[in-house]
T-cell receptor, first 112, second 111 residues
Framework: SQTIHQWPATLVQPVGSPLSLECTVEGTSNPNLYWYRQAAGRGLQLLFYSVGIGQISSEVPQNLSASRPQDRQFILSSKKLLLSDSGFYLC???????????FGPGTRLTVT | GQNIDQPTEMTATEGAIVQINCTYQTSGFNGLFWYQQHAGEAPTFLSYNVLDGLEEKGRFSSFLSRSKGYSYLLLKELQMKDSASYLCAVRRGSTLGRLYFGRGTQLTVWP
């Protein structure tokens, strides 16, 4: 069966510090991978998606970036965090060509 | 862009039936999804409709009318554990599986 991992679970970072969140998927090959952010009281916002190694598409211009160095690894980064980057970050995967997305446990980021 | 609307909050009592509506406006529609999200947790997949009609899965059913841009999630025999946010999401056929989510409906089930 497939599982998806995210770490860390919670993170408190000062404004201006860098960020690296990691997501890995087990039990499947060549998944589509997604990063979402959910701010308090708001819906899920798609940030990045990837259909293969090194292939990243951005949905929203911002100070975040994503990379996919391996087939089942997806990384979300920032060089300098802003207060507005606080939120619940969720990684998800789907089978290529299928619609259902399955979410990881999430990382709750607080920028202070 | 996508406009996805659902009520912000709903309440119901244990054992009752509740219907959560979702309307959408999008081009290239290719499926509607419902997710359940408990407070502080990740969303979990509930149902998927791509053709008009009703899909039933145990206590949960989901309906789609593509011509009306309308879907609903029906929850029967409500239990306290059904208290959660219910997210409606639309997939566009041109976008390689990307989902666009509504803001969610917070359902509270009272004893």
């Amino acid at each position: 069966s497939q599982t998806i991992h995210q770490w860390p679970a919670t993170l408190v970072q000062p404004v201006g510090s860098p960020l690296s969140l990691e997501c890995t998927v087990e039990g499947t090959s060549n998944p589509n991978l997604y990063w979402y952010r959910q701010a308090a009281g708001r819906g899920l916002q798609l940030l990045f998606y990837s259909v293969g190694i090194g292939q990243i598409s951005s949905e929203v211009p911002q100070n975040l970036s994503a990379s996919r160095p391996q087939d089942r690894q997806f990384i979300l980064s920032s060089k300098k965090l802003l207060l507005s980057d606080s939120g619940f970050y969720l990684c998800a995967w789907s089978v290529a060509g299928k619609g259902e997305q399955y979410f990881g446990p999430g990382t709750r980021l607080t920028v202070t | 862009g996508q406009n996805i609307d659902q009520p912000t909050e709903m309440t119901a009592t244990e054992g009752a039936i509740v219907q959560i509506n979702c309307t959408y406006q999008t081009s290239g529609f290719n499926g509607l999804f419902w997710y359940q999200q408990h407070a502080g947790e990740a969303p979990t997949f509930l149902s998927y409709n791509v053709l008009d009609g009703l899909e039933e899965k145990g206590r949960f059913s989901s309906f789609l009318s593509r011509s009306k841009g309308y879907s609903y999630l029906l929850l029967k025999e409500l239990q306290m554990k059904d208290s959660a946010s219910y997210l409606c999401a639309v997939r566009r056929g041109s976008t390689l599986g990307r989902l666009y989510f509504g803001r969610g409906t917070q359902l509270t089930v009272w004893p």
